[in-house]
């Protein structure tokens, strides 16, 4: 594995997100002296918070899996995940609406899942749903270790006995036939393909091997802290400060100060701040106008699809919501072609319905609820640019609230008393390119070692870290890539390693790992 040359005691992180917030508790527990940068007045970049007359919303992601890695990041300190966060796993993970009126709860414990497919479907699919379990088990063991939790240097990485287990296990096929291999009913199909528009990709043209995010989805555990999804950097922050970090809230980075191809300084529009490396975080575009330096490809990056977001607050909630509720249209294929092929928003919408104020009612007004409706749209590459959706979102805003009451939230739009649309506009106004906040898409031509990686070529001290590097988009990855970029600058195998602590370190995280 390629590291950074040269003196790397002082690093400083540009961004605190969880990408940053990852990178510095992994450097602080390897020994190195940590200054995180971050524009806003809080932590959590795209897992931000905004408060909407006392209804506390959550901007970004809404769902947690693999709370091992978080938990990492803590122990790379010497802290507890327990001791700053407080999980709930949810139980069922997902509620699911069909159009035709049935019902599914996804639980993802095997037991209680099978029993409900049963009654769902039949008992043949309940054994597909077994047989499924174990093949997402064997493709998430082998791709966790090889392809996902890896930094790579060249494609020749690739060519190991794994990948050759990875085209055993079906992984080159494509993902919605592979899982119409265990499981025949459709309607249970989508709910474990659709994750693949986390990545950017239609089901029935991603690789099987992007069923891992279905994995995590379905089957690792769905949890959700106390205080919303933003308590997860608040509580990175406050272990990173506690181990030693300083954080500049406020910042905005405005240049990157160099010697050759060392970066010497980063510069604020408040502050100069010295460094012997740097860690970026900020989306692509952002990175690499500060870098200078934009690496070529032999094809341009094509980008995810992207997402209006309704949060509503409202005096009302309606029964037959859990806590994360799919709600399906019943066009499928055609709603793919839609975002990614044609650029026309959802004619006949399937929805990710967030209530987080049915495990935490503290997010709300004494008696008030809270909705996160999120509606995938086409990214601004190939769908309406920034000013036509200034001028769509109110009618689609609109078209969402209709498709609401008639799918069993009727009267939604009378209930609402604070409100909040988001649209690629702000997405773009944010610095996402293509105004989609799930950055580039996971084909196969932007993934492993053909992905943007975090080390650029005439930035000797520089790492990327983020959802638009390796390994990916979504919370556990962003997770992962930031223990990488700390990899890359300190040597040791996932950044984890702590030569070094200082007793005073200690005390102020609670003792040892």
């Known amino acids: 594995m390629r590291t950074l040359h040269g003196p790397t005691d002082h690093v400083v992180v540009v961004g605190a997100g969880l990408a940053g917030l990852s990178a510095a508790l992994h450097l602080l527990g390897a020994g190195r002296r940590v200054t995180l940068v971050e524009r806003e007045a809080l932590p959590g970049g795209r897992a931000g918070r905004t408060d909407l007359g006392g209804y506390l919303v959550d901007t970004g992601p809404t769902v947690l899996t693999m709370p091992h890695l978080v938990e990492e990041a803590f122990a790379a300190v010497g802290a507890r995940l327990a001791d700053h966060l407080h999980l709930t796993e949810l139980h069922p993970a997902y509620r699911a609406h069909f159009a035709d009126g049935s019902r599914l709860d996804v639980h993802t414990r095997p037991e209680p899942m099978e029993e409900e497919i049963r009654r769902f479907a039949s008992a043949r699919e309940a054994a597909g749903y077994r047989r499924l379990r174990t093949w997402l088990e064997r493709l998430y063991t082998l791709q966790m270790r090889r392809f996902i939790d890896a930094n790579f240097d060249s494609p020749l990485a690739l060519l190991t006995p794994d990948l050759a287990r990875l085209a055993a296990l079906g992984g080159f096929g494509r993902m919605d036939a592979q899982v119409g291999r265990f499981i025949r009913d459709e309607r249970l199909r989508r709910v474990f393909t659709f994750q693949a528009l986390y990545a950017g990709v239609p089901p029935a043209r991603a690789l099987a091997a992007y069923a891992v995010i ?50 010497t300084a980063v510069r604020t529009d408040r502050a100069r701040i010295p460094c012997d490396a740097v860690v970026l975080t900020p989306d ?85 609820h809270l909705h996160y409706v999120l509606a995938p749209c086409p990214n601004t590459d190939i769908g309406p640019g920034t000013q036509e959706w200034t001028a769509l979102a109110p009618g689609y805003r609109d078209h969402l609230l209709r498709v609401l009451d008639s799918r069993g939230l009727p009267g939604i739009g009378a209930a609402i008393e604070a409100e909040a649309l988001v649209t690629p506009v702000d997405w773009a106004a944010q610095g996402h390119a293509a105004g989609t906040p799930f950055s580039a898409a996971h084909t196969f031509a932007q993934t492993g070692p053909f992905r943007p990686r975090n080390l650029v070529r005439g930035a000797a001290n520089a790492v990327l870290a983020g959802c638009g590097t390796t390994p990916g988009v979504g919370v556990p990855t962003v997770l992962i890539s930031g223990r990488l970029a700390a990899a890359r600058v300190t040597g040791l195998p996932g950044g984890t390693r702590r030569p070094r602590r200082s007793a005073s370190a200690a005390a102020n995280t609670g003792g040892g790992a």
Do not use: C
């Open 284 to 368: 692509l575009p952002t990175a690499y106008r500060l870098l200078g330096r934009t690496p070529r490809r032999a094809v341009p990056l094509r980008h995810s699809p992207s997402a209006v977001i309704l949060h509503a607050g409202t005096d009302r909630t309606w029964s037959g919501l859990g806590h994360h509720t799919l709600s399906f249209g019943r066009a499928w294929h055609t709603t793919f072609d839609e975002l990614t092929r044609h650029g026309r928003p959802m004619s006949d919408p399937s929805l990710l319905i967030t209530r987080p104020t049915a495990t935490d009612p503290s997010l709300a007004p004494a008696g008030r």
């Open 214 to 263: 279905a994995y995590m989805d379905t089957m690792a555990g769905v949890h959700f802290p106390r205080g919303g999804m933003h308590a997860l950097p608040r509580a990175m922050a406050e272990a990173a400060t506690g181990a030693g970090a300083e954080i500049h809230y406020g910042h905005t980075v405005q240049a990157l100060e160099r010697t050759g191809e060392r970066i």
